[in-house]
């Protein structure tokens, strides 16, 4: 673990080079697994819950264009998913100095997608720090509101007027200069500035997130369809929308029905972001191959790569557990 890895990351949210150790490098790709693995259920979460309900909508249309969406994704192999896409950022987009500019300072090539990115200062910092509490209070008030029902009749002004409040504080910093932003530019062959989504970690994103929302917008959709339609009927009967219905009756019922099925999804994202290794996306089994490859130590290595993925299985399970608990019905 001490020894010098002697191989370089080409993505790394930490500091690295060749001569870093073992150790390092295993927590370069440890991350890299954790930033995708996070992001993907995160979006493909969003992404599937509103696909699902699209399922069910009564446009023919909609329902229709959702139902052609998980039927192609779902039942197409992943690796031919990521490699699809890989093949599309790679190989139809244009060179460096012929990159499109769909958006003023976002620019695409075959060297990934370069946008302006905010200097990092105490307007920043205390951005970041108004969107945690604000966050926090929102928390808060969904949790004190479900044992008050006078509040809960004004949760949804006052979520409304915290996101108003950030968001004028957010727009207020950028409209007097405090926040700065580092543009990308033309150098050479390359961008420099800004940020940077590379074509290998696109890619991977993106096939994921596509590939997870179709199994995820199923579950929602089955979710739902499993709550009685009594329940629809006795909302109509008390005057409440059907938006209503659906985000104050039937969607909490439906959520105890969803939890366990996402958890096995979620821990198949982990899994699934193994696969990264076809699209040249240094995660942590791509880090730790390298690192067989180079010591011929294959049992120490397949010992770490299954001590960490089990690690972050079971850690994913006992939080899941944990929520499927807080919102189960209790017999008293």
């Known amino acids: 673990m001490s020894g010098a890895a002697r191989f370089p990351i080409a993505e790394s949210l930490i500091a690295y080079d060749p001569t870093s150790s073992y150790l390092r490098a295993f927590t370069v790709g440890?991350?890299?697994?954790?930033h995708v693995s996070i992001l993907t259920i995160v979006i493909a979460t969003i992404l599937g819950a509103v696909i699902g309900m699209g399922r069910r909508s009564a446009n023919p249309v909609v329902a229709n264009m959702a139902g052609v969406y998980v039927e192609v994704f779902r039942n197409t192999p992943?690796?031919?998913?990521?490699?699809?896409?890989?093949?599309?950022?790679?190989?139809?987009?244009?060179?460096?100095?012929a990159a499109l500019e769909p958006v003023p300072g976002v620019f695409l090539s075959l060297r990934g997608l370069f946008f302006p990115w905010p200097v990092w200062n105490e307007t920043i910092a205390l951005l970041l720090m108004i969107g945690v509490a604000g966050i926090a209070a929102s928390i808060s008030i969904a949790a004190i509101s479900r044992r008050d029902g006078r509040l809960l009749k004004r949760r949804s002004l006052i979520h409304?007027?915290?996101?108003?409040?950030?968001?004028?504080?957010?727009?207020?910093?950028?409209?007097?200069?405090?926040?700065?932003f580092d543009w990308p530019a033309l150098s050479g062959f390359n961008f420099?500035?800004?940020?940077?989504?590379?074509?290998?970690?696109?890619?991977?994103?993106?096939?994921?997130?596509?590939?997870?929302?179709?199994?995820?917008?199923?579950?929602?959709?089955g979710a739902i369809a499993a709550v009685p339609k009594g329940q629809w009927e006795a909302g109509w009967a008390v005057g409440l929308r059907e938006?209503?219905?659906?985000?104050?009756?039937?969607?909490?019922?439906?959520?105890?029905?969803?939890?366990?099925?996402?958890?096995?999804?979620?821990?198949?994202?982990?899994?699934?972001?193994?696969?990264?290794?076809?699209?040249?996306?240094?995660?942590?089994?791509?880090?730790?191959?390298?690192?067989i490859n180079q010591t011929n130590q294959a049992i120490e290595g397949v010992a770490i790569l299954m001590a960490v993925y089990l690690s972050i299985s079971l850690s994913i399970s006992?939080?899941?557990?944990?929520?499927?608990?807080?919102?189960?019905?209790?017999?008293?």
Request: glycine share 4%.
């Open 30 to 34: 440890l991350i890299n697994t954790l």
């Open 78 to 97: 992943l690796v031919v998913q990521l490699l699809f896409w890989y093949g599309l950022l790679t190989l139809a987009m244009p060179a460096s100095r």
């Open 160 to 180: 409304k007027t915290i996101l108003a409040m950030s968001a004028v504080g957010i727009a207020a910093a950028i409209a007097t200069g405090t926040v700065r």
């Open 192 to 221: 420099e500035g800004g940020a940077t989504l590379t074509p290998e970690f696109t890619a991977l994103m993106v096939g994921l997130v596509l590939y997870t929302a179709a199994f995820v917008a199923e579950i929602v959709r």
């Open 243 to 291: 938006r209503q219905i659906l985000r104050l009756v039937v969607l909490p019922q439906a959520l105890r029905l969803m939890v366990p099925p996402m958890t096995s999804q979620y821990l198949n994202v982990v899994k699934n972001t193994t696969l990264a290794l076809a699209v040249g996306y240094p995660d942590f089994a791509a880090v730790v191959a390298t690192t």
């Open 318 to 332: 006992l939080f899941m557990n944990w929520y499927n608990a807080s919102v189960a019905l209790v017999q008293r």
